[in-house]
């Protein structure tokens, strides 16, 4: 047999080439006229429903979720936002509340068993207290109370006023805190033309009254303002009360002691030790009382205005600065929502080009590979 | 088949599956006879050549004349689907695959003729995969060596070079077998 020439070469080539079978080329032919309806050997799902989607089709959908994501987040921030903001003036109350509590006249505890017993009932009366006196000298947590927190509210009430009506709305005042077992702690009335006219009320009123009582004063006379306030304040009094017990311990140890001593001047030293101790115990007791005084009664800070009511800055009706106030706000809002959601979306797309880069590349190696 | 399978844009759909319908037309054996070569298998190559076109019938407005002939950007497509299909053969276990019927249209022929045809598909066999790919490229698919150079991410002499080498490779081996 001799060596096929070139031509002949590819001429038996030609003629080896391999044909389709006419089943098969019919089929094919009839996809084709049909615009080759996408098949898969594997149950078509809905992620392969998408993926036979073209991209641009994708875009828009998608760009509307995320405008659609972005409108909602930003109107929620910003919701929240002005939320915060109307409650800024409640939180600076909270803030000088407990001062004014600090500042309340508090008597000074004697160490005798009926007073403790006094404080213990105090305690036990105490809206959110953590600790209570059990009547044999020891303090101890109640677990119905460690279910309560104990909160300091505090409420300030702006109240308008003719001149004329500014001493019969205090004494409504007056008689609204003493219905309600409240406390006035300063008071203070002007008379005068409106404007000058007033009066200003410093309350102290059961918490849980608090809300009656709100609702009493409110309804004197003309509402301009009311504010509440809430501050937990259970944290320092579990502490001091975990304080005072080991105090108490502390006490009945150098009792044990004072009871062993042989000698006079081993018994002096305890004994002043123990005052020392006492005059601690009775701090911390001071403390927890104030604390618990401070969660039982809240602060009502009531004025009585004259005259036309103060428009807080920007009041009045809404006009073109509050809408363009507005849209500021809304625009940084929503720029800040732009940036966070780039900083998430950034990376993850980074991510995502890279996997994808790396899966090409290892696909385009592993074709070049498989012909090796 | 020269003709671009873009159309102006408002008649972009018709013209655009028309020009299609043509390349498929001229080009449906010659596919088949490719990834036939490089599969090796006749059931295999069905499948792979159904799905050449139809991914190429998916991304018909994404060619671009400006890089090659429509035969080239077709090939191009059903080589990547046929090494695909050797990518998951390589991960599977290996396939029994009928080897395609090489010297069928043969059995007419004189007996001379056969025995050549014979020998010329014997040694096909045992040529390297990337040698028969450009020798299927060339006579099963008829492409042009710079189409054949497309195909393959190749420069046209390159491919020349490659094509000539495997052919004298090829008539060593019939050499051999004779």
Redesign the interface.
């Known amino acids: 047999m001799e060596t096929p020439r070139d031509d002949q070469l590819a001429e038996d080539l030609r003629a080896l080439r391999p044909t389709p079978h006419p089943q098969f080329a019919t089929e094919l032919d009839k996809r084709a006229a049909a615009g080759f309806p996408r098949r898969s050997r594997l149950p078509r799902i809905s992620f392969g429903r998408l993926r036979a989607v073209r991209p641009r089709r994708l875009l828009l959908p998608a760009a509307g979720l995320a405008a659609i994501a972005i409108a909602v987040t930003t109107a929620f921030v910003a919701t929240n936002e002005s939320k915060e903001s109307e409650g800024g003036g409640g939180s600076l109350l909270s803030l000088t509340a407990p001062q004014a509590q600090e500042s309340a006249p508090t008597t000074p505890p004697v160490e005798t068993a009926g007073e403790e017993a006094t404080a213990a009932s105090g305690a036990a009366s105490s809206n959110g207290a953590s600790f209570s006196y059990d009547g044999s000298g020891r303090y101890s947590r109640s677990s119905d109370r460690l279910d309560n927190r104990s909160v300091e509210r505090s409420a300030q009430i702006v109240l308008g006023a003719d001149p004329a009506d500014v001493a019969e709305d205090a004494a409504k005042v007056l008689e609204a805190v003493h219905a309600h077992n409240g406390i006035v702690m300063r008071s203070s009335t002007r008379q005068g033309a409106a404007g000058e006219a007033g009066a200003r009320f410093e309350l102290l009123i059961p918490s849980a009254k608090l809300n009656d009582a709100l609702a009493a004063l409110s309804a004197i006379d003309e509402v301009r303002s009311r504010h509440e306030a809430t501050a937990d304040i259970t944290a320092p009094t579990v502490n001091v009360g975990e304080l005072l017990q080991d105090s108490k311990a502390r006490i009945d140890s150098l009792l044990g002691q004072l009871e062993g001593a042989e000698t006079e001047s081993e018994r002096e030293a305890v004994e002043a030790e123990l005052r020392q101790e006492r005059r601690h115990r009775a701090r911390l007791r001071a403390e927890l009382q104030n604390l618990q005084r401070r969660a039982e009664l809240s602060r009502v800070l009531l004025r009585i205005e004259t005259g036309a009511a103060e428009e807080p800055s920007g009041g009045g009706a809404w006009g073109i600065d509050d809408a363009l106030g507005d849209a500021g706000q809304i625009f940084a809002v929503a720029a800040a929502v732009a940036v966070v959601a780039l900083a998430i979306l950034g990376p993850i797309a980074l991510i995502a080009l890279l996997a994808w880069l790396t899966h090409r590349a290892w696909v385009r190696r592993e074709r070049r590979r498989v012909l090796s | 088949m020269e003709q671009a399978l873009v159309a102006e844009a408002k008649d972009a759909p018709r013209a655009g ?1 028309l020009a299609f ?1 043509r390349l ?1 037309r001229s080009s ?2 010659d596919v ?2 490719y990834v ?2 490089l599969l090796r298998d ?1 059931a295999a ?2 499948e792979v ?2 799905a050449a ?2 991914r190429a ?2 991304k018909r407005n994404r060619f671009d004349p400006e890089r090659g002939e429509p035969r080239a950007w077709l090939f191009g497509i059903a080589r ?1 689907a046929a ?2 299909e ?2 998951c053969r ?1 991960r599977q276990a290996e396939l029994t695959a009928e080897p ?4 069928g ?2 059995l007419d022929e004189d007996v ?1 003729q056969s ?3 014979l ?3 014997e040694a ?1 066999e045992r040529l390297e ?2 040698e028969r ?1 450009l ?1 299927a490229l060339k ?2 698919a008829g492409l042009e060596n710079r189409e054949i150079a497309r195909v393959l991410g190749i420069g046209e002499s390159n491919a020349g070079t490659k094509l000539h080498r495997a ?1 004298t490779k ?2 060593e081996a ?2 051999g077998n ?1």
Not at chain 2, 100 to 103: E, G, M, P, Y
């Open positions: 599956d319908d498929y449906r054996d088949y006879a036939a070569s006749e190559a069905e050549t159904a076109f139809e019938y998916r990547n090494l695909d050797l990518r390589g395609v019927d090489f010297d249209a043969s001379a025995e050549r045809r020998a010329v598909a096909l995969p990337r790919e020798i006579f099963f052919m090829l008539r019939c050499d004779a």
